[in-house]
């Protein structure tokens, strides 16, 4: 499913293109801080997002840990670790999940199907990238 964010991403994605001048995803952010897109699920969903990744300081992605299997149905919050506003809850992310971010520190806490995992991230000159595991559950 697209969302009016994913739209607005590929769009100036695609505009930047045209003008030769893509800039580095953390300089200067192309969208507004907490712009988020999330998917990845199917072949088409993997292009769309690796279009889009450049316009995004932040990547993260779900996974099952020994399997490597993406996930999806993560719920996300991106707390700043200085006085700022909180990012989230995104609700049902994944397996991919871009965001636009001001440079600094910042803590990611996903929750999968009950399951908690928390990770520090710092955006800065280059993009911040993280692979977040759970272990295999029953279905």
Sequence with gaps: MRTPASRLATALFLGTLCMGALM?????????????????????????????????????????????????????????LQPGPTYGPFKDSGPLLYMALNPGAYRVRATYRGLARSINVRIGREAAIATLYWPILPD
């Design 24 to 80: 580095p995803a953390s300089a200067s952010p192309l969208l507004r801080p907490g712009t988020h897109t999330t998917g990845g699920i199917g072949e088409e969903d993997q292009h769309r997002m690796q279009l889009s990744q450049s316009l995004y300081n932040l990547r993260l992605t779900f996974s099952e840990a020994g399997t490597g299997a993406y996930l999806s149905g993560v719920d996300v919050v991106v707390e700043p």
